[in-house]
C-alpha cells in the first residue's frame, strides 16, 4: 500500500509564506512525477506544480513567480514553498505522487490534502 502524506499547511496573512511538505511511503519502484494540487470552495481542483524525477518543473500561471517546487528523491518527498501569498491562494492543497509499482506500471496516489488559508 502506498500512501502519501502532506504537512504545512496553516493560516497566514497576505503577503506572507509557508512551506508544504509531503512524503511517499510503501510499496514504491521510483516516483515519476510529484505534484501539489488545490481546491477552493466551489471549484474544481487544479494544478499548482509538479516536478519530475528529473527536476523538471511545471507552474500554473498564477503561481509562477511566487511558489517553488522541489524534490528530494531519496526521500520520495516534495515540498512547495509558498511565497508572498494572496487571498485568492486559500483552498485546500493535495499532494500527488505518480510512481512506478514495478519497471512498467504505473499508478497514483493522492494524500488527504493541508489547508491554506490566507487572510486579507
Known amino acids: 500500500q502506498v500512501q502519501v502524506v502532506e504537512s504545512g499547511g496553516g493560516l497566514v496573512q497576505a503577503g506572507g509564506s509557508l512551506r508544504l511538505s509531503c512524503a511517499a511511503s510503501?510499496?514504491?519502484?521510483?516516483?515519476?512525477?510529484m505534484g501539489w494540487y488545490r481546491q477552493a470552495p466551489g471549484k474544481q481542483r487544479e494544478l499548482v506544480a509538479a516536478?519530475?524525477?528529473?527536476?523538471?518543473?511545471n507552474y500554473a500561471d498564477s503561481v509562477k513567480g511566487r511558489f517553488t517546487i522541489s524534490r528530494n528523491n531519496a526521500k520520495n518527498a516534495v515540498y512547495l514553498q509558498m511565497n508572498s501569498l494572496k487571498p485568492e491562494d486559500t483552498a485546500v492543497y493535495y499532494c500527488?505522487?505518480?510512481?512506478?509499482?514495478?519497471?512498467?506500471?504505473?499508478?497514483?496516489?493522492w494524500g488527504q490534502g493541508t489547508q491554506v488559508t490566507v487572510s486579507s
Open positions: 500527488n505522487a505518480e510512481y512506478y509499482v514495478d519497471s512498467y506500471s504505473l499508478d497514483n496516489v
Open positions: 516536478i519530475t524525477s528529473g527536476g523538471i518543473t
Open positions: 510503501g510499496n514504491i519502484f521510483s516516483i515519476n512525477v
